[in-house]
């Protein structure tokens, strides 16, 4: 363990922060993972560590941080992913994070996309690691929960392993402890984010490597798990894995991930009883005002391969849309797909 991850828990926005288990980690997924996705992912899978969507800090500094930072405390727990590259502003965010109740920082080094970059943060700020060192260290000096940073292994022509140790230990000296490896380097120019999450060689050997050379900072790899299987072979030797797409897009993998990675039953044996348990927290929500539809794009890839998959996606993306759409095309929806999934 290293210093972050050592940090005693205090009382954060009313809670404990406690050691965090970062065997399964659900990506921080821009307009994917807001807290009713968050809400969804967390009666599926009790155990994992869920990353909001990042939050830009200028953003939340001269913006609304209810709007930002609110969350359900059935969520829990959770980690704030931030986007910047000004020490003084994260550690305002950091701080602001730790008040809202999020159990970790995370700063994002990942993202190439244009108009992160053009905010000098993300994937690009991985060729200024005194800059890194610099905002992560101020994050640690300003909060008790653990500060974390999601990185590549690499960007443009700056991809070689020995680039990348020193990259990382320079900021393990800063004081974070916990590196979550998507094992993709980035190209800033020339690919859309789109093309970066996909082209460049996956090489989790780069990360393993990592492990091997730091084994007491905790490293978590990303990118490209789309199975169990996979999953539970790569967390041999390292300290936890992260989904993304897969997890979005199928989001029952997250209930079959408790028995084959914690060894606990599911917490549902059918499909159908996650919905249901869905129902009471869509109800609060749909009374608050929250259109259906901003919770039931969440679900459409529940059924994904199973009978009626496409019947229950087709319902809930046409029928949620309307203004005033209320729980009964929910039900609409699972009556066909109980009926189908019986057969
Ligand atoms: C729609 C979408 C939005 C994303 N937004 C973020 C983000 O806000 N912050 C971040 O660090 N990564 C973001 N990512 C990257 C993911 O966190 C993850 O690193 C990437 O998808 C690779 O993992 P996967 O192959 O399991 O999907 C995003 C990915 C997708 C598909």
Redesign the pocket.
Known sequence: MTAAGDRAPREAGGRRSGVLDRTLCV???????DRYCRRFHRLLNPRALL?T??VAAPALLHGDPARLLAHDPGEHPVAL?L?GSEAAELAACARLGEAWGYAEI?L?L??PSARVRAGRFGACLMADPGRVNECVAAMVEAVRIPVTL?QRIGIDQADDYDHLARFVDGIARAGCGVFIV?ARKAWLQGLS??EN?DIPPLRYDRVQRLKGDFPRLEFVV?????DLDQAVALLRGLDGI???????HHPWLLAEAMPRLFGVPMPFARRTDAVRAFRPFMDRELAAGTPLSRMTRHLLGLFHGRPGGRRWRRILSTEAQPPGAGLEVVERALAQVSEESRL
């Open positions: 990506a921080p997924m821009l307009d994917w993972t990353y969507e990042m992913q986007g995370n994002n990942g993202c999601k998507h984010p789109k999450r990303n990118g490209g798990i789309g992260m989904l993304g797409r897969a997890a979005y």
